[in-house]
């Protein structure tokens, strides 16, 4: 049988991507739709946005469904409406929910007639769409925060964190197999294995991974800002392996519009805490992310946020105008922001960023170090990678390499940036 899979959203359902193509037992992966006896979408459900692109792409394979072709859908959209869905959609022959992915091969094998599938997807076996170089380990799945803009709990359920052991062994596989960068993604990264152990443990985790030599990079994706403590920042600090690179969506800067969002910490709290991290680590990436347009927002509350991005300096930051969400507290909330001014305040927000972006880059140029490999860029004539500054999720831009010799994907070497614009950077290679 010939399988077809087209993953949207974020890495951590590329991870349920993988381990859904890693549990094919007797099939063929194919990149053609057209090929396909089965075809499945992984659909992203978090904002209106990421819904309509998934509706878009169901619809787009259902009309080139033909014969005994089939159509499924599963993740998050299909875990979150799925009865709405089987009634307005009947071009897909099964909706199947994230909470069935402990039976997805019973499921899909008696869809099509075929045992095409083992009975479950296992983190342990998966195809690898980016390479085996720099790889995503999901530590944990849902979240115990209870954000009112947020729909993520209402998909995901709550804090289901893996053990220690489970994910050391998956990332020592991986290592063998040639892995040089570990990606670590959750929900809530920092809060990892709270429902386990009682309290966070990414700490002994990190700990625990650090004891395996050949790794050379441990990136985390996701942190809460209240469990960015003094004690994790002194961990990354003296850890270089695990670099410094701090990716914590604070969502806002106004105190009270936090407490709206029902996020914790203050205005106070963050901008301290972010000074701590420069002061302590002079090489730290800041990355964050913002919603504008947050129902009750003023205007002077928005220029406020301004400031505060002015302040901190965020090497990378991304934003979204608000998105009204079914069932999340915030769908109740009274003075919502009209779309043309959330529209506005986000391309205002993103044009100052952009000359802050461009000012971090400068301070790279003449600088020496090392770069992830990614691949050839034809049009350009370079290589292309990344440092340790740069999350492999193509949000952060990338590194232009002049190259003295012909490089490898996944091959680290060291560069001198020597240009820069507002989201890249271009460098020489230096011959150690």
Same mark, same amino acid.
């Given at each position: 049988?010939?399988? *077809?899979?087209?993953?949207?959203?974020?890495?951590?359902?590329?991870?349920?991507?993988?381990?859904?193509?890693?549990?094919?037992?007797?099939?063929?992966?194919?990149?053609?739709?057209?090929?396909?006896?089965?075809?499945?979408?992984?659909?992203?459900?978090?904002?209106?946005?990421?819904?309509?692109?998934?509706?878009?792409? +169901?619809? /787009?394979?259902?009309?080139?469904?033909?014969?005994?072709?089939?159509?499924?859908?599963?993740?998050?959209?299909?875990?979150?409406?799925?009865?709405?869905?089987?009634? #307005?959609?009947?071009?897909?022959?099964?909706?199947?929910?994230?909470?069935?992915?402990?039976?997805?091969?019973?499921?899909?094998?008696?869809?099509?007639?075929?045992? =095409?599938?083992? /009975?479950? +997807?296992?983190?342990? $076996?998966?195809?690898? #769409?980016?390479?085996?170089? #720099?790889?995503?380990?999901?530590?944990?799945?849902?979240?115990?925060?209870?954000?009112?803009?947020?729909?993520?709990?209402?998909?995901?359920?709550?804090?289901?964190?893996?053990? +220690?052991?489970?994910?050391?062994?998956?990332?020592?596989?991986?290592?063998?197999?040639?892995?040089?960068?570990?990606?670590?993604?959750?929900?809530?990264?920092?809060?990892?294995?709270?429902?386990?152990?009682?309290?966070?443990?990414?700490?002994?985790?990190?700990?625990?991974?650090?004891?395996?030599? /050949?790794? $050379?990079?441990? &990136?985390?994706?996701?942190?809460?800002?209240?469990?960015?403590?003094?004690?994790?920042?002194?961990?990354?600090?003296?850890?270089?392996?695990?670099?410094?690179?701090?990716?914590?969506?604070?969502?806002?800067?106004?105190?009270?519009?936090?407490?709206?969002?029902?996020?914790?910490?203050?205005?106070?709290?963050?901008? =301290?805490?972010?000074?701590?991290? &420069?002061?302590?680590?002079?090489?730290?990436?800041?990355?964050?992310?913002?919603?504008?347009?947050?129902?009750?927002?003023?205007?002077?509350?928005?220029?406020?946020?301004?400031?505060?991005?002015?302040?901190?300096?965020?090497?990378?930051?991304?934003?979204?105008?608000?998105?009204?969400?079914?069932?999340?507290?915030?769908?109740? *909330?009274?003075?919502?922001?009209?779309?043309?001014?959330?529209?506005?305040? *986000?391309?205002?927000?993103?044009?100052?960023?952009?000359?802050?972006?461009?000012?971090?880059?400068?301070?790279?140029?003449?600088? +020496?170090?090392?770069?992830?490999?990614?691949?050839?860029?034809?049009?350009?004539?370079?290589? *292309?990678?990344?440092?340790?500054?740069?999350?492999? /999720?193509?949000?952060?831009?990338?590194?232009?390499?002049?190259?003295?010799?012909?490089?490898?994907?996944?091959?680290?070497? $060291?560069?001198?940036?020597?240009?820069?614009?507002?989201?890249?950077?271009? =460098?020489?290679?230096?011959?150690?």
């Amino acid at each position: 049988m010939k399988i *077809y899979l087209v993953s949207l959203g974020c890495s951590k359902n590329l991870v349920d991507s993988e381990m859904i193509l890693g549990a094919i037992e007797n099939g063929q992966i194919v990149t053609d739709a057209n090929e396909a006896d089965l075809m499945i979408v992984n659909t992203c459900g978090f904002i209106e946005a990421a819904k309509e692109e998934a509706i878009k792409t +169901i619809l /787009d394979l259902a009309d080139i469904k033909k014969g005994n072709q089939k159509l499924v859908v599963v993740g998050c959209l299909a875990q979150r409406y799925k009865k709405e869905l089987e009634s #307005s959609m009947p071009e897909v022959d099964r909706f199947l929910a994230i909470s069935e992915y402990n039976k997805l091969g019973e499921i899909l094998n008696a869809l099509t007639n075929e045992h =095409a599938f083992t /009975d479950t +997807i296992n983190p342990l $076996k998966r195809v690898l #769409s980016t390479g085996n170089k #720099s790889v995503y380990v999901k530590i944990s799945e849902g979240c115990n925060n209870r954000c009112a803009y947020c729909a993520i709990p209402l998909i995901r359920g709550n804090l289901q964190s893996r053990t +220690i052991e489970s994910i050391y062994e998956e990332v020592l596989e991986l290592v063998k197999s040639g892995a040089k960068e570990i990606n670590l993604i959750s929900q809530d990264t920092t809060n990892y294995g709270f429902d386990l152990y009682k309290k966070p443990a990414i700490i002994p985790l990190l700990e625990k991974l650090l004891t395996i030599k /050949d790794i $050379k990079w441990i &990136r985390m994706l996701y942190l809460y800002p209240t469990l960015v403590t003094d004690e994790f920042i002194s961990f990354i600090k003296n850890n270089p392996k695990v670099l410094p690179y701090f990716d914590i969506p604070v969502q806002h800067s106004e105190t009270r519009v936090l407490k709206s969002m029902l996020r914790r910490g203050t205005k106070e709290e963050y901008l =301290a805490m972010f000074k701590k991290i &420069r002061q302590e680590i002079p090489n730290s990436v800041l990355r964050t992310t913002m919603i504008v347009g947050f129902p009750t927002e003023t205007e002077e509350e928005f220029n406020d946020l301004i400031e505060f991005v002015k302040e901190v300096q965020f090497d990378r930051l991304g934003a979204f105008p608000y998105s009204k969400e079914e069932d999340t507290k915030a769908y109740e *909330y009274e003075d919502q922001i009209p779309e043309k001014i959330k529209n506005q305040r *986000y391309s205002e927000l993103m044009e100052v960023q952009k000359w802050i972006s461009l000012a971090q880059n400068k301070k790279h140029l003449n600088q +020496i170090e090392e770069v992830f490999i990614e691949g050839y860029d034809e049009e350009m004539l370079m290589y *292309y990678g990344r440092s340790y500054a740069h999350a492999p /999720d193509d949000i952060d831009g990338c590194i232009y390499v002049a190259a003295l010799e012909e490089l490898q994907v996944g091959q680290i070497i $060291k560069a001198k940036i020597v240009d820069c614009d507002f989201y890249t950077l271009t =460098a020489e290679q230096v011959l150690e």
